[in-house]
Nanobody, 120 residues
């Protein structure tokens, strides 16, 4: 059984930082591209960042310079370090796993999501 379990969300003030984690089980982790998507209130689910098994990373423009995606293949875990957070970063953040970049948006597997709220 495949599971993606996100953690690390919460309430943070503007300008603050958070690190999200996603622990995967039931897959050969290193073979999968791991991605973070987010869905804000009344918005579509959009890509934030993704990283291949070989650590090639891709970022949405909104994340460049503020967020860093990384992975530890030995721990089957992908991380999203977020800094300089803004109220518009408020969303549910989802972890996804896909075998190809083309299938990342549909995702082979999804986590349950973790809420990030940026507010003073």
């Amino acid at each position: 059984q495949v599971q993606l379990v996100e953690s690390g969300g919460g309430l943070v003030q503007p300008g603050g930082s958070l690190r999200l984690s996603c622990a995967a089980s039931g897959i050969i982790f290193s073979r999968y591209i791991m991605g973070w998507y987010r869905q804000g209130p009344g918005k579509e689910r959009d890509l934030v960042a993704a990283i291949s098994g070989g650590h090639f990373a891709n970022y949405a423009d909104s994340a460049k310079g503020r967020f860093t995606i990384s992975r530890d293949n030995a721990k089957n875990t992908v991380y999203l370090q977020m800094s300089s957070l803004k109220p518009e970063d408020t969303a549910v953040y989802y972890c996804t796993a896909a075998l190809s970049w083309n299938s990342l948006k549909s995702g082979d597997y999804w986590g349950q999501g973790t809420q990030v709220t940026v507010s003073s």
